[in-house]
């Protein structure tokens, strides 16, 4: 098992509800640690930029509104297989389709409001991570 960071992003469904610190509990129950954290509020720019692999689907522009329409937590996980023990503490991107005790079943709204975004892998985590976090801003 590899040692790995992996980006997290509580949503703003969630801040707003505020839940950070109960989502933050599941990680940390999990075994992951929270080396990197901060509360920001994305501009229009900032969304599309981050979430530019989706571009060119259909709800690109939805997304990007949805993400700028209140303040996120961005934090860096770290732990084993943190991308993956991530996914798993989440759950299924829409809600009614995810495990029972996830993120996204228990907390989660809609499949766009789901309270929570994960990196999908290892080569992902680290270009999510150095958008949102410069290395002197993560300890541990």
């Known amino acids: 098992m590899a040692i790995e960071r992996t980006l997290s992003i509580i949503k703003p469904d969630a801040t707003r509800r505020n839940l950070t610190g109960a989502i933050n509990q599941r990680f940390e129950d999990k075994g992951l640690r929270i080396i ?23 709800f690109y522009d939805d997304l990007c ?25 989440m759950g299924a991107t829409n809600p009614a389709n995810a495990d029972k ?27 999510e991570i150095a958008f949102f976090f410069s290395e002197t801003e993560i300890v541990g």
């Open 36 to 58: 990197a954290q901060k509360r920001v509020q994305l501009t229009l720019d900032q969304a599309q930029k981050f979430y530019a692999v989706h571009s060119e689907r259909a």
């Open 101 to 127: 005790d996830t993120i996204r079943k228990d907390f989660g709204e809609s499949v766009e409001a789901n309270s929570a975004h994960g990196s999908d892998s290892p080569e992902n985590a680290a270009i």
């Open 65 to 89: 509104q949805y993400m700028t329409s209140g303040p996120v937590v961005v934090q860096v996980l770290y732990g084993e297989d943190a991308v993956t023990a991530n996914r798993l503490i």
